[in-house]
């Protein structure tokens, strides 16, 4: 339990909030609600612009006091289905008003919002449902409503399923969207106001899943103070301009059942009154880009993949482009670049300033004044790829246990933290590199039947310990170095972290698009690889075919390679050649040689989602790919003679 500021460590069902203000001042801001909050929004933007989507090739809207309406008769509806307080509503699909409505309606309800991956197979969304309690589930289309069918006799709480965007409800029994609200379209008020009145700010709303990247998902029981005041500490440090002085919009398109997605789309829309557009589902898959032309937003946050596939494509374009109009960019990009880095008022050449307002056009960011990234690390090659094109990349740092974000970097701040959110860094080395540790009341309330685990990630003192390693510069910024489970302990016992080496592969071998350090518990290091491959829009699988981008590189080093099959397994001895002076360049650079690579393999396709290896915001899933690929991991540990030098499998 912290020891000063709001203590929000009650338990679910207590009918008071406990205050205890000390000298951090963490109780300045008045505690609310999530209906509170909307209600708020209503008051000061209820007839601006909420949501908006499109039906066809038309745009459709929902305004702030229509957005509140369709939320209370959604939790209406809940309650004659008979969610029980307390239980979860699981919502299965892609970002949608509906997804919103529901979201929002179950915590009106009393019930616990719970947001499952789309992506999830039909074992995971019963895990989820039993671990929850889940009385009713949400589901988008027949493809998801037939996952919950495999599993539904095994989940003790389910009572109702329903669809609302699904056409085959008439032979399933199950209702639709628009007879979901009918229900409870004419249902007297008291009885919901009734329940709204009784919720605190301390009491848990929320359900976020974690990806399970180490293990089973643990839900984070989130408050609604929680999501309240994170979304007001984040707008006020990002500077967000309210409804009523110059509407800020964003696009929904990262999957809500994420935080990261959840607390921009829901919680710090409604806290300045931004209109948020709704992307289609195919998004990741090349049509963001047509949504951002028209939604143009002026904020965006997007995870580090959506940026290195635009930079993907912007380079294959290049790669087409006549030879005059290459120079004229890569002059415009070194200027960028320069101005950006030094920071210098320059008066910038007309053409150049041209050139930078195409590329905004081009991907819908002309308007976009914060572009965020977050959810996972970002190369610094992707980084100075958009600084050079004068479209800065603001790093978030943070996790679901807080609500989200926690430090956020942006220009005009000293430091990276969003005022009360605190950091410190458990048992510091000689480096100053800690165990990065979180307090602030953004931390979350606990893991939902996990008490051992909460009280395993949360000290007595209330610091949340992220299990990430980091340090921070004079000036309060934050520096990620590595993980501590993901920490490789060799044979002979020396810690490395695999991250730095893994991106400093994937910075000088450009033809790299994944890349996992092996050797805990072993005699050496070696490296899987995956080359940058076309991707099948409407699978989402990797394709045999390399990008444009890959093609070139192998040309450069005298290769004719255009497919992922002529290369991986050492088949290509040119490409080999290129990919073992960049590892050599690596391994020039490496503290000892216990940190050197010694053997790495070319993968027969790419890490994906859809493959198991990435989890649902692209985090390489460490433990799946080890169990996946351990016959080629046994065939690189043998026969190694470990010196300076590299060798390839």
């Given at each position: 339990?912290?020891?000063?500021?709001?203590?929000?460590?009650?338990?679910?069902?207590?009918?008071?909030?406990?205050?205890?203000?000390?000298?951090?001042?963490?109780?300045?801001?008045?505690?609310?609600?999530?209906?509170?909050?909307?209600?708020?929004?209503?008051?000061?933007?209820?007839?601006?612009?909420?949501?908006?989507?499109?039906?066809?090739?038309?745009?459709?809207?929902?305004?702030?006091?229509?957005?509140?309406?369709?939320?209370?008769?959604?939790?209406?509806?809940?309650?004659?289905?008979?969610?029980?307080?307390?239980?979860?509503?699981?919502?299965?699909?892609?970002?949608?008003?509906?997804?919103?409505?529901?979201?929002?309606?179950?915590?009106?309800?009393?019930?616990?919002?719970?947001?499952?991956?789309?992506?999830?197979?039909?074992?995971?969304?019963?895990?989820?449902?039993?671990?929850?309690?889940?009385?009713?589930?949400?589901?988008?289309?027949?493809?998801?409503?037939?996952?919950?069918?495999?599993?539904?006799?095994?989940?003790?709480?389910?009572?109702?399923?329903?669809?609302?965007?699904?056409?085959?409800?008439?032979?399933?029994?199950?209702?639709?969207?628009?007879?979901?609200?009918?229900?409870?379209?004419?249902?007297?008020?008291?009885?919901?106001?009734?329940?709204?009145?009784?919720?605190?700010?301390?009491?848990?709303?929320?359900?976020?899943?974690?990806?399970?990247?180490?293990?089973?998902?643990?839900?984070?029981?989130?408050?609604?103070?929680?999501?309240?005041?994170?979304?007001?500490?984040?707008?006020?440090?990002?500077?967000?301009?309210?409804?009523?002085?110059?509407?800020?919009?964003?696009?929904?398109?990262?999957?809500?059942?994420?935080?990261?997605?959840?607390?921009?789309?829901?919680?710090?829309?409604?806290?300045?009154?931004?209109?948020?557009?709704?992307?289609?589902?195919?998004?990741?898959?090349?049509?963001?880009?047509?949504?951002?032309?028209?939604?143009?937003?002026?904020?965006?946050?997007?995870?580090?993949?959506?940026?290195?596939?635009?930079?993907?494509?912007?380079?294959?374009?290049?790669?087409?482009?006549?030879?005059?109009?290459?120079?004229?960019?890569?002059?415009?990009?070194?200027?960028?670049?320069?101005?950006?880095?030094?920071?210098?008022?320059?008066?910038?050449?007309?053409?150049?300033?041209?050139?930078?307002?195409?590329?905004?056009?081009?991907?819908?960011?002309?308007?976009?004044?914060?572009?965020?990234?977050?959810?996972?690390?970002?190369?610094?090659?992707?980084?100075?790829?958009?600084?050079?094109?004068?479209?800065?990349?603001?790093?978030?740092?943070?996790?679901?246990?807080?609500?989200?974000?926690?430090?956020?970097?942006?220009?005009?701040?000293?430091?990276?933290?969003?005022?009360?959110?605190?950091?410190?860094?458990?048992?510091?080395?000689?480096?100053?590199?800690?165990?990065?540790?979180?307090?602030?009341?953004?931390?979350?309330?606990?893991?939902?039947?996990?008490?051992?685990?909460?009280?395993?990630?949360?000290?007595?003192?209330?610091?949340?310990?992220?299990?990430?390693?980091?340090?921070?510069?004079?000036?309060?910024?934050?520096?990620?170095?590595?993980?501590?489970?993901?920490?490789?302990?060799?044979?002979?016992?020396?810690?490395?972290?695999?991250?730095?080496?893994?991106?400093?592969?994937?910075?000088?071998?450009?033809?790299?698009?994944?890349?996992?350090?092996?050797?805990?518990?072993?005699?050496?290091?070696?490296?899987?690889?995956?080359?940058?491959?076309?991707?099948?829009?409407?699978?989402?699988?990797?394709?045999?075919?390399?990008?444009?981008?890959?093609?070139?590189?192998?040309?450069?080093?005298?290769?004719?390679?255009?497919?992922?099959?002529?290369?991986?397994?050492?088949?290509?001895?040119?490409?080999?050649?290129?990919?073992?002076?960049?590892?050599?360049?690596?391994?020039?650079?490496?503290?000892?040689?216990?940190?050197?690579?010694?053997?790495?393999?070319?993968?027969?396709?790419?890490?994906?989602?859809?493959?198991?290896?990435?989890g649902p915001t692209m985090k390489l899933k460490r433990p799946v790919v080890m169990n996946m690929y351990k016959d080629k991991i046994e065939e690189m540990m043998k026969n190694v003679r470990i010196n300076t030098q590299s060798a390839q499998l």
């Open positions: 339990i912290p020891k000063s500021g709001l203590d929000l460590w009650t338990s679910q069902g207590d009918s008071e909030v406990s205050l205890r203000i000390g000298e951090s001042g963490l109780a300045a801001e008045t505690p609310v609600t999530v209906h509170q909050l909307f209600a708020a929004a209503v008051e000061s933007y209820g007839q601006h612009t909420a949501l908006s989507w499109k039906d066809g090739q038309l745009y459709k809207k929902l305004s702030y006091r229509e957005y509140y309406q369709n939320c209370r008769t959604a939790a209406k509806s809940f309650l004659k289905l008979g969610l029980q307080r307390y239980h979860g509503v699981g919502i299965l699909g892609f970002n949608s008003p509906e997804w919103f409505i529901a979201d929002l309606g179950a915590i009106f309800a009393g019930g616990f919002a719970v947001g499952i991956y789309a992506t999830n197979s039909a074992e995971a969304c019963q895990y989820v449902a039993a671990n929850c309690k889940a009385n009713i589930l949400v589901v988008e289309n027949q493809k998801q409503l037939q996952k919950i069918l495999q599993v539904r006799p095994d989940v003790k709480h389910f009572w109702k399923d329903f669809a609302h965007k699904t056409t085959c409800s008439d032979v399933l029994r199950v209702p639709q969207w628009k007879q979901f609200m009918d229900l409870g379209r004419n249902e007297p008020d008291p009885p919901l106001d009734a329940i709204l009145s009784s919720q605190k700010p301390n009491q848990c709303c929320t359900l976020i899943y974690t990806s399970g990247t180490t293990g089973q998902p643990k839900g984070v029981m989130l408050s609604h103070d929680n999501l309240t005041w994170t979304a007001l500490s984040v707008s006020r440090h990002t500077k967000l301009n309210r409804a009523n002085q110059n509407q800020e919009v964003f696009v929904s398109y990262l999957p809500l059942s994420h935080i990261a997605a959840q607390m921009v789309d829901i919680w710090i829309a409604l806290k300045v009154g931004a209109v948020t557009y709704f992307a289609q589902p195919d998004a990741l898959k090349g049509s963001l880009v047509n949504t951002l032309q028209e939604a143009r937003p002026t904020a965006i946050l997007g995870v580090p993949r959506v940026w290195e596939k635009m930079q993907e494509k912007m380079k294959a374009k290049g790669a087409r482009s006549c030879t005059v109009a290459k120079m004229v960019v890569a002059w415009a990009k070194g200027v960028g670049l320069r101005n950006n880095i030094i920071k210098m008022d320059l008066c910038v050449n007309l053409n150049i300033k041209l050139i930078f307002k195409r590329v905004r056009s081009a991907l819908g960011l002309d308007r976009c004044t914060k572009c965020f990234t977050g959810a996972a690390p970002i190369s610094r090659d992707t980084l100075e790829f958009f600084l050079s094109l004068d479209i800065p990349l603001y790093e978030l740092y943070g996790m679901s246990e807080c609500s989200g974000p926690h430090t956020i970097s942006i220009p005009t701040s000293g430091g990276s933290n969003p005022e009360n959110m605190f950091t410190k860094l458990y048992n510091p080395d000689q480096e100053g590199i800690g165990e990065i540790c979180f307090w602030g009341r953004h931390v979350f309330m606990g893991y939902l039947n996990m008490a051992k685990m909460t009280q395993e990630a949360v000290d007595a003192d209330g610091w949340l310990h992220s299990g990430d390693l980091g340090k921070q510069d004079r000036n309060g910024f934050l520096y990620i170095t590595g993980r501590i489970k993901e920490l490789i302990i060799t044979a002979g016992g020396e810690n490395i972290p695999p991250v730095p080496i893994e991106d400093a592969v994937k910075e000088v071998v450009p033809l790299i698009s994944n890349a996992m350090l092996i050797g805990d518990r072993k005699k050496f290091l070696s490296m899987l690889l995956t080359v940058k491959c076309q991707v099948n829009a409407e699978s989402g699988e990797p394709e045999d075919d390399l990008t444009p981008e890959a093609v070139q590189f192998c040309r450069s080093f005298g290769s004719n390679a255009t497919k992922v099959s002529e290369i991986a397994g050492g088949r290509d001895q040119a490409v080999n050649k290129a990919i073992q002076e960049g590892i050599n360049r690596v391994n020039e650079k490496a503290t000892s040689n216990a940190q050197r690579i010694q053997k790495w393999t070319i993968l027969d396709h790419d890490f994906s989602m859809i493959g198991g290896e990435l």
